[in-house]
């Protein structure tokens, strides 16, 4: 009998039983814990009510929810040779009926190691597509590519990536199953290579390639059991200057089993005492050629830093195909402990 998403609620567990044997003191700053919450609610009106979720009931971000982010670093008489990142929330699900549920999400959970030719992780973290490869947009409203659905913001598996000079290169072998983990012969193997280091040169442009045989799902929900012919080439590029911000993604070639096209592009502008208000404008299309189903969002997002442990945001969006206006509202606390 293949896993269901129970093997992800027992790692979550297993997550919170690692958590309270690293809490302890620790010498210098070897670990890093943070509280996290949020609070999200907004107005439909295709369903002519209040909402409890950015996109969806099911979909893993974003809902109302508490958690935790814990990063422990390992170090010899060399300097850091590992670390460790445990990242689980217990989220709210409202849906249309008005049944609830509490479900426990185990979102990072990887172990990496340090070695003279490159970097290795194991665990559940991102697969190297796209700009989801090293955009963490794990508190945003705005989605990116793959939490809409389009790949995976996070997966099983395991990955390397080395940084240059020029650049990154990343290779990454997961399960192609997302957030729970199946074994139903399904599987998924990406690279990217980039140049552009973002940190030092403010942009980074990157190619990406995946191959495999991956699996419908949405959050924890397995949505069709067979998996699906997946051949990808994406696109994207981050460039930040000053006080604009630019982010592009393109997916173009076969998810799911079906030709498809997906891209976004993102520009923001921080403005205001200390650039602690940000607005920013998301389109984002895509479209499956054969079934010809495609769609368009438009997006906006105006955000502020409130203080440095809380962040509000609010967002206007248009969805095409449902003649769906919707408001949201975020409220994010994220505070060193």
Same mark, same amino acid.
């Given at each position: 009998? !293949? #896993?269901?998403?129970?093997? =992800?609620?027992?790692? $979550?567990?297993? +997550? %919170? ?5 690293? @809490? !302890? #003191?620790?010498?210098?700053? =070897?670990?890093?814990? $943070?509280?996290? +919450? %949020? ?5 439909? @009106? ?12 099911? +979909? ?73 490869s090293y955009f963490d ?65 403010n942009y980074t442009a ?58 976004m592009y993102r520009l ?70």
């Open positions: 009998m !293949a #896993p269901t998403c129970s093997i =992800s609620r027992r790692l $979550f567990l297993l +997550a %919170q039983a690692v958590f309270l044997l690293g @809490s !302890a #003191p620790a010498y210098g700053d =070897s670990h890093l814990f $943070f509280f996290e +919450a %949020q609070g999200i609610a907004g107005y439909s @009106s295709q369903q002519s009510k209040a909402i409890y979720y950015s996109m969806n009931p099911d +979909a893993e971000m974003q809902k109302p929810g508490i958690g935790f982010d814990y990063i422990h670093r390992f170090s010899g008489e060399s300097g850091d040779w590992g670390s460790l990142g445990l990242q689980g929330r217990l989220a709210l699900s409202v849906y249309e009926d008005g049944s609830q549920k509490t479900e426990p999400q185990a979102y990072n959970a990887w172990f990496k190691v340090k070695t003279p030719w490159t970097d290795a992780w194991i665990g559940h973290n991102r697969p190297a597509l796209g700009l989801g947009s794990h508190p945003l409203i705005l989605r990116t590519l793959p939490i809409q659905g389009f790949g995976y913001d996070r997966d099983w598996g395991v990955g390397t990536y080395r940084d240059f000079s020029w650049g990154n290169l990343q290779l990454s072998a997961t399960t192609g199953s997302g957030m729970p983990v199946y074994f139903k012969g399904n599987h998924m193997l990406a690279g990217r290579v980039a140049y552009g280091v973002l940190n030092e040169d990157g190619l990406s390639l995946g191959y495999g045989q991956t699996l419908d799902t949405m959050g924890y929900d397995l949505r069709d059991p067979v998996p699906r012919d997946m051949q990808l080439l994406g696109a994207d590029f981050a460039y930040l200057r000053n006080n604009l911000e630019h982010r592009f993604d393109l997916f173009a070639g076969e998810w799911l089993g079906v030709d498809t096209v997906a891209l923001g502008y921080l403005f205001g005492p200390e650039e602690r208000l940000k607005i920013e404008l998301q389109p984002t299309y895509w479209n499956f050629w054969k079934s010809g189903d495609y769609n368009w969002l438009m997006s906006v997002c105006f955000s502020a830093l409130v203080t440095s442990d809380i962040t509000f945001r609010t967002m206007y969006e248009f969805n095409w195909t449902d003649t769906d206006h919707r408001v949201i509202a975020q409220l994010y606390f994220y505070k060193p402990l």
